[in-house]
């Protein structure tokens, strides 16, 4: 059973700071691996997708690694703004399944 | 982008009354849907998966009698909460996937609804 965590579960940066955030799962039979943000109190809005064949994605100041082998994933956040403050959802969608397996999340909070 | 309505954003509502919750994809046609269900500082739980003109497929543990889910279109699926009572009170996601035969492509989320169960 695909299983995802995500380290650590809560992060606190002063603003301007570059941040990674960790994702693990436990089964390299993956599709792909997506990151999501979820402000409070509202849905998920997707940050970047990685296919299984890819190594990372970068879409602005966000940059998402995937080491499918090793079965991790990192989220590297450059210049971090308060506006970047959020909860950071890593999932997977395994091979065979139309389904997301996600994380806990890491909470995220930049300080001005 | 892709865009996903979900209504209501917000509902409040007497314990044994019913309620219903619309997902619609705005400008795509979406042939899966999903319904999660969300705790608070918890991460999403999938209720089930509504594929259009079919029935819906329910995780283990839920009740398919209470959570109704219709996917009459390739735009609009919708979640029943049946006879609610306040141990239903919680937060529901719906998500949509354009065309679950390629598997690359992301799935998009609704804003969700906080459902409040007097």
């Known amino acids: 059973k695909q299983e995802v965590t995500q380290i650590p579960a809560a992060l606190s940066v002063p603003e301007g700071e570059n941040l990674v955030l960790n994702c693990s799962f436990t089964d390299s039979a993956i599709y792909n691996l997506q990151w999501f943000r979820q402000d409070p109190g509202k849905g998920l809005t997707s940050l970047l997708l990685?296919?299984?064949?890819?190594r990372e994605q970068t879409s602005g100041r966000l940059n998402a690694s995937l080491d499918k082998s090793s079965g991790r994933s990192t989220l590297y956040i450059a210049a971090s703004q308060p506006g970047d403050s959020a909860t950071y959802l890593c999932?997977?969608?395994?091979?065979?399944?139309?389904?997301?397996?996600f994380g806990k999340g890491t909470k995220l909070t930049v300080n001005p | 982008g892709a865009v996903v309505s979900q209504h209501p954003s917000w509902v409040i509502c007497k314990s044994g009354t019913s309620v219903k919750i619309e997902c619609r994809s705005l400008?795509?046609?979406?042939?899966?849907m999903f319904w999660y269900r969300q705790f608070p500082k918890q991460s999403l739980m999938l209720m089930a998966t509504s594929n259009e003109g079919s029935k819906a497929t329910y995780e283990q543990g839920v009740e398919k009698d209470k959570f109704l889910i219709n996917h009459a279109s390739l735009t609009l699926s919708t979640l029943t909460v049946t006879s609610a009572h306040p141990e239903d009170s919680s937060f529901y996601i719906c998500?949509?996937?354009?065309?679950?035969?390629?598997?690359?492509?992301?799935?998009?989320f609704g804003d969700g609804t906080r459902l409040s169960i007097l």
């Open positions: 998500s949509a996937l354009g065309d679950r035969a390629r598997v690359n492509q992301p799935q998009h």
């Open positions: 999932a997977v969608r395994p091979r065979g399944s139309e389904k997301l397996v």
């Open positions: 990685i296919q299984s064949s890819q």
């Open positions: 400008d795509f046609q979406a042939t899966t």
